[in-house]
């Protein structure tokens, strides 16, 4: 175990702060409209995903992203200002060489929250339609569990429709009774509140 903060960051922890890419497969008649401008992205169709820290320019889009998801029904309400109060929770996919206004550049996000000690949240877990089932959802989370880690997080939870997909990454679910009284102050915003149909998982490390 390493002794000191710096002593943990020399050893390599800090490089989970860092951009990584993925590359993925998609086809270009499915892009609805985003202007790709990759000369090299010929035969094959393969794309370099970013997967970063949030921004201060990624509020906007961020904004967007989610607003899609809340009309969807599938994620609770998240304004401008909670997105700003929030944003070093953020990581950020994003596909390399879009046009120069970066309009299109955020393609999905996902967000680890401490809660209490030893215990975080995934929340605002959103890929656009386009580009899901392919793994860049995964590729986030599995980010944000390194970044848990790397804080010694012990549990990390999160209330999902989409059970199986992280069950593959390890989480079991759980009972609702187990969570703690702070994570339903942010449910009051939601109209099914008290009736959650949403299942509680959790991952230990």
Request: hydrophobic share 35%; net charge neutral.
């Amino acid at each position: 175990m390493y002794k000191t903060g710096r002593q943990r960051y020399e050893g390599g922890g800090g490089s989970i702060f860092y951009p990584s890419e993925i590359e993925i497969k998609h086809d270009l008649k499915n892009l609805q409209g985003d202007s790709y401008r990759n000369e090299n992205s010929g035969a094959g169709n393969i794309f370099k995903v970013i997967l970063r820290k949030a921004l201060m320019c990624d509020v906007k889009p961020l904004y967007v992203l989610f607003s899609e998801y809340f009309k969807a029904g599938e994620m609770l309400p998240r304004s401008m200002s909670d997105i700003y109060e929030h944003l070093r929770d953020f990581y950020i996919a994003e596909i390399e060489n879009y046009d120069e206004t970066g309009s299109n550049n955020i393609i999905g996000a996902c967000a680890l929250t401490i809660v209490w000690e030893n215990l975080a949240e995934i929340r605002s877990l959103a890929v656009k339609g386009p580009y899901t089932k392919k793994l860049i959802g995964t590729e986030l989370v599995k980010k944000c569990i390194e970044e848990a880690r790397f804080f010694q997080i012990t549990g990390i939870l999160a209330l999902t429709y989409k059970p199986q997909f992280f069950n593959k990454l390890g989480f079991s679910v759980i009972d609702k009774s187990e969570l703690p009284h702070k994570i339903w102050s942010d449910c009051l915003n939601c109209v099914k509140f008290p009736d959650c149909d949403e299942t509680a998982v959790m991952l230990k490390l």
